[in-house]
Antibody
Framework: QVQLKESGPGLVQPSQTLSLTCTVSGFSLTSYNVHWVRQPPGKGLEWMGRMRYNGDTSYNSALKSRLSISRDTSKNQVFLKMNSLQTDDTGTYYCTRSGSLFDYWGQGVMVTVSS | QITLTQQAESLWISPGERVSITCRAS???????????LSWYQQRPGQTTKALIY???VRTDGVPTRFIGSGSGTEFTLSIEHVQPEDFAIYYC?????????FGSGTKLEIK
């Protein structure tokens, strides 16, 4: 059974770094891509970046200077790190698997940027 | 980057009716393999985001046949026939032709 689960701090101070973990089960990170998508409260979805099955990464150019995605295949985990957080980075952060489409999504983790 | 426009922010319909949600891309989403890299997703409160359609018209496993994807080039439509109570949700289109991948702004289906 394919599952993705995001974890991380619910509250981050402005200018600090956000670290999130996506723990997957039911599939191999070396066979599928995993993406990070975020959603500000009451707003739409924004693609942030992806970890490809072969270990390559690509990022949304709007976030590229602040964003890093990595993985640990032995632990079935994909990591997101984003620095210099501001209040408009507040939202729900999702990880999702893709083959031909984003077929499985995590429940998301709510992150609030506030002092 | 490719912009996806979902003109309708909200659509009000009654259960049992048919509805169409449109998504317009700023450039063609047709790749050299003959497939359109456009997919549709449903968001309902308290549930994980659900994939409905990929390659513009291919229904994902387990998605009811009342969900129909159509379109080509830059114009795409998600139609729902005989809308059921559980279909009242927010629908997003997504293009995965070119990075950065981009979503439409979403269309909320509301009960009339």
């Amino acid at each position: 059974q394919v599952q993705l689960k995001e974890s991380g701090p619910g509250l981050v101070q402005p200018s600090q770094t956000l670290s999130l973990t996506c723990t997957v089960s039911g599939f191999s990170l070396t066979s599928y891509n995993v993406h990070w998508v975020r959603q500000p409260p009451g707003k739409g979805l924004e693609w942030m970046g992806r970890m490809r099955y072969n270990g390559d990464t690509s990022y949304n150019s709007a976030l590229k200077s602040r964003l890093s995605i990595s993985r640990d295949t032995s632990k079935n985990q994909v990591f997101l790190k984003m620095n210099s957080l501001q209040t408009d980075d507040t939202g729900t952060y999702y990880c999702t698997r893709s083959g031909s489409l984003f077929d499985y999504w995590g429940q998301g983790v709510m992150v609030t940027v506030s002092s | 980057q490719i912009t996806l426009t979902q003109q309708a922010e909200s659509l009000w319909i009654s259960p049992g009716e048919r509805v169409s949600i449109t998504c317009r891309a700023s450039q063609s989403l047709l790749y050299t393999d003959g497939k359109h890299y456009l997919s549709w997703y449903q968001q309902r409160p308290g549930q994980t985001t659900k994939a409905l359609i990929y390659h513009a018209s291919v229904r994902t496993d387990g998605v009811p046949t009342r969900f129909i994807g159509s379109g080509s080039g830059t114009e795409f439509t998600l139609s729902i026939e005989h809308v059921q109570p559980e279909d009242f949700a927010i629908y997003y289109c997504l293009q995965t032709l070119k990075s950065p991948f981009t979503f439409g702004s979403g269309t909320k289906l509301e009960i009339k």
